[in-house]
């Protein structure tokens, strides 16, 4: 029932060995050569839901948009489908569904302090009664949002005219036909005030045995429905920090969000109270060395979760063993090389983003150089190690200077765990193969010929750009660069490829480049 | 459109609002449900009405859940218990709503309506509507389903109640681990109607898989289940079955469980008999008492002396007694205030040699802790243990330790020692209270804090109340009557409520002769505040006084504030002058 759903029709290709050929589906929000891209518009989360059928994508601006997957329900007509005469697409296609406003910038008066509405990530929960749920969160606060459709409704055949109550001045302010022109939906539940007094039934009143057969019900019917977005919960003030994850538990009971130094439990149904169950904010502030960049729950251990640090350790903490997770289970963390040490290791050393494998038994990490994979039963040394940024180690000094050194890649992984992606500069993203022996990597362009700079590149193997072991880690792949295949060693820092997604099941990847969502599959 | 008779045109509007866009018409309408039914008739109500609920049920969730509630209470609406069942569908559909709260209420009502129909409707109806839940696509209606089956099952045939018991079993087996949660809450209910010979096959394999769910979630509330299990099994039976995970889960590798555990171990113990408390239960509350996770020994602590009630009082002093000893140094001040709380009560169980030889230490100590909502618990419970073994032991303690927590930094701390000073007041007697504590109250009057200030008055007053009417004149009233030439309004005005509540305490002799003169006096104050409260004050006296102060003093002095500068005195004024009419008037 949890997983397994929506892989419909969609056939992994190359599930071993063979590299994928990663071919342009989809974009939405394309930008227009010299548009200027509004900041509000800049996709800052991606989220694909546990069965692959929905997408969410959040952004600077504090929305929210959702996709929903096409294929399987064809949408053109019967007459469409003969004359186009080609069967449809094999791999999963999306459409946008509806977007709603998830935050608005707020300010902290107490603190002085802004805080903006940016989406900082999105979680899908559990589905109910075929209405969606999630949860988004800004710096500060967590919603719960309910994404479900609506009828919406005509009513007729009313007891007393609509007409006649209002010229009798006891009905002001609503009208009680709804039409759906003016349907609202973002209306505020104690918005329309009570303008009158409400009807008053005197208790002499005798109801005659039989009833009164001159009232009747009101006469409902609906032809239309639209999506409708509600917020169900707000769980605010729990963070004295900027809200870096969220993350669900597996028994769609619980979540956990984090902020930079301490991490609280959620019960999703419970908005006023959460459990504080790391906290590493030491006495004196100025002893601080590190901070939390990420949670993530264990997808079936309910009692298993994993956090990252600005140190570049993962530690994997248990729930069952104490209330406050002080003492971590294990501690996973790299130890560096004798010698490599320089003014830039500790900053590259951040991991920014980890994700579980699906089964929970290894852990992808990202920082700035590198993704590495982790089994949670290998403490001392990730099993492997994907360079994705090797070819900017010359050039740390100037992106310390522009501050690109602190940019927060994500990572993902392939629903089968075999294959791992992250982004990078320049719009580009990378996709490795996770299983031993592969040596698969391949760099693609967030644009609709994501192949077009490796065409332009000379290549060794084929398709395959990569293929030179690490020589002296003889773990690490990918480790060659691209850096003077690309544009001449000319890299655009300012276009960073900070989120993307893997589909569940699917090889589908959705990435964000600025404002615009692009779509691959394989 | 029709057009309405004025008597019915608030019903005709109500009904027609049950589809405004407004929520809180919409709200309105469903709540007065009622009044629809019988405005239409039962026929209509049954024919119509419900149908058209079930239809309408794509609504907000407060409107749902007022539906909900209303449902419940609606079989006179629809003709009594014989019609009951047309009741069933539209709360169905409100048992598969994802709002916890709705389909929660929607089977509560399910429940009310299911206990009172007909044996032979439950099978026709309510039984299949059990069924359809158990086996529905979303766990929504799973969940609710789990609810339901204790109303169904005494009513089925044999063969259903198979049928039933094997829908039961696949729900503790569930996918979510929301049903397998439910199924795990409600097993207890469901058991009690299950007759004895499947209880022992049946469900005690469902509680056996519900034990070792993966979900610590799911396991928690199987803790639950252990209790209200052993209560129904042969104490051999329970001995056999549940004890064993009693004794499995007090020593679970989550901290959770064994919190649940140490929550409800004391329940088991009556299920299970004397003999196996002692070899098996007395040692796992032990490990319970010692854990090394401090909410689960704040759990254990505090239910300290409901566990040592139902053991003999030697293992009480032989097992328990050492680790309490231990909790009161325990390294958590949570801990020790959940110890604290309840240590008290140890006192009339262990008798009071052991009373003071074991006990008394372990309370002296907990008065000189330095947390304070320590030294509160403590005090807060002193009557048990005055009880067994008589003030004086404590009272050299005591009293440092109520100074202490009454010039506490924290105000909260310095309200919750006030509104424990009567219990002591009683416990004490007057002679030591005088000599000791007498002048803190006083103190308290002028805190900065107003709610302290406010909790000193109320403090006066049930001190006079215990103390009786002399004492206070002698002890009480002097002291805040002097306090009024304070330069501050505001510690002015605490004396002005003081006396306001001590007045109907002492009588109206002692109010006209002391209180009313210095309330009088402050109407001349120069601050309005003070003013308009002495308006408010002299209102809440007229019915203590005779009415001939009433006319001679008090109304004169209103109506001196009447003519005041300040609008909210005469406001007050005014408001006092019309209570002095109606008094004489009647």
Known sequence: MTSGVGGTGVSAPGSTGQPLEWKFSQVFGERAAGEEVQEVDIISAIEFDKSGEHLATGDRGGRVVLFERTDGKDLRSRRELERADYPIPRHPEYRYSTEFQSHEPEFDYLKSLEIEEKINKIRWCQTANGARFLLSTNDKTIKLWKVSEKKLKNVSNLNVDPSVRLSNGNMVGSSPVQSPKNYAPFRSMNGGALCRALPVISNEFVFPPGGIPSLHLPTVWSHETALIARCRRVYANAHAYHINSISNNSDCETYISADDLRINLWNLEVSDQSFNIVDIKPVNMEDLTEVITSAEFHPSHCNMLAYSSSKGTIRLLDMRQSALCDRHAKLFEEQEAPGSRSFFTEIIASISDIKFARGGRYILSRDYMTLKLWDVNMEAAPVATFKVHEYLRPKLCDLYENDCIFDKFECCLSGDGQRVATGSYSNLFRVFGAVPGSEEASTLEASKSPNRRLVQTPSRSGNRLFNVRGRRDTRGRGGDSPGSEINGGQYDFTSKLLHLAWHPVANVIACAASNSLYMYYA | ?586
């Not at chain 2, 219990?423 to 007498?438: C, V």
């Not at chain 2, 107003?450 to 403090?459: C, D, L, M, P, V």
């Not at chain 2, 309005?528 to 209102?539: C, D, G, H, S, Y």
Request: contains cysteine.
């Open chain 2, 1 to 586: 459109m029709a057009m309405v008779d004025e008597p019915l045109y608030p019903i005709a509007i109500l009904i027609d609002e049950l589809k405004n866009d407004d929520i809180q018409l919409r709200l309105n309408s469903i709540r007065r449900l009622s009044t629809i039914a019988r405005a239409l008739g039962e026929e209509r109500t049954r024919k119509e009405l419900i149908p058209f609920l079930s239809e309408n049920n794509d609504d907000d969730d407060e409107v749902l859940l007022a539906m909900a509630e209303e449902l419940g209470s609606f079989i006179p609406h629809v003709g009594g218990v014989d019609f009951a069942h047309v009741l069933l569908p539209p709360l169905e559909t409100l048992c598969t709503v994802e709002e916890t709260v709705v389909r929660d209420k929607a089977v509560e009502s399910l429940c009310k309506i299911g206990s009172q129909m007909k044996e032979r409707d439950i099978v026709d109806y309510f039984i299949p509507l059990v069924k359809r839940l158990g086996a529905g696509e979303w766990f929504t209606a799973r969940v609710s389903a789990c609810g339901l089956f204790h109303i169904a099952y005494p009513s089925a045939p044999d063969l259903l109640r198979a049928e039933l018991r094997s829908v039961y079993n696949q729900l503790c087996r569930d996918d979510m681990p929301m049903v397998r949660r439910s199924a795990g809450l409600n097993l207890g209910k469901f058991a009690a109607t299950v007759e004895p010979t499947y209880l022992k096959s049946d469900i005690m394999t469902f509680f056996k898989d519900l034990t070792q769910d993966d979900q610590d979630s799911v396991r928690l509330l199987s803790v639950e289940g252990c209790a209200a299990l052993g209560k129904l099994l042969e104490p051999a039976d329970c001995i056999a079955h549940i004890l064993p995970v009693i004794v499995s889960f007090s020593q679970d590798k989550s901290w959770r469980v064994r919190y649940m555990v140490a929550n409800q171990l004391y329940e088991l113990c009556e299920a299970v008999g004397p003999e196996p408390t002692r070899t098996e239960l007395v040692p796992a509350y032990v490990r319970l008492l010692k854990d090394n996770e401090a909410e689960v020994r704040i759990a254990a602590a505090g239910k300290v002396t409901k566990f040592c009630g139902i053991i003999s009082a030697q293992t009480a002093i032989q097992h328990i007694l050492p680790c309490v000893k231990e909790l009161s140094t325990d390294s958590s001040q949570h801990v020790r205030a959940a110890l604290a709380s309840v240590i008290m009560g140890m006192a009339p169980l262990l008798g009071k040699d052991a009373t003071i030889e074991q006990l008394l230490p372990i309370f002296l100590a907990l008065l000189k802790d330095e947390f304070p909502e320590v030294r509160l618990n403590i005090i807060s419970k002193l009557d048990q243990v005055n009880q067994v073994i008589g003030i004086d032991l404590l009272s050299q303690s005591l009293l440092p330790a109520i100074v202490e927590l009454a010039e506490d930094r924290n105000w909260r701390v310095r309200l919750a020692i006030i509104e424990y000073i009567p219990l002591l007041a009683k416990q004490l007697g007057k002679d030591f209270f005088d000599d000791k504590l007498g002048s803190l109250c006083m103190q308290w009057l002028g805190d900065q804090v107003f709610s302290i200030r406010e909790a000193a008055a109320t403090n006066l007053k049930r001190l006079a109340e215990e103390f009786g009417k002399d004492w206070a004149v002698q002890h009480i009233i002097p002291q805040v009557l002097e306090m009024i030439n304070n330069p501050h309004y505001l510690y002015r005005m605490t004396v002005l409520s003081a006396i306001c509540m001590l007045a109907p305490v002492v009588g109206p002799e002692v109010t006209c002769q002391t209180m009313l003169p210095v309330v009088i006096n402050a109407a001349k104050d120069r601050v309005p505040n003070i003013k308009f409260n002495v308006a408010k004050m002299l209102q809440s006296m007229i019915p203590i006084v005779d009415s001939t102060v009433v006319e001679q003093t008090i109304r004169p002095c209103l109506q001196e504030l009447y003519e005041d500068p300040d609008v909210d005195v005469r406001y007050f004024a005014q408001q006092a002058i019309q209570a002095c009419d109606q008094i004489m008037c009647a």
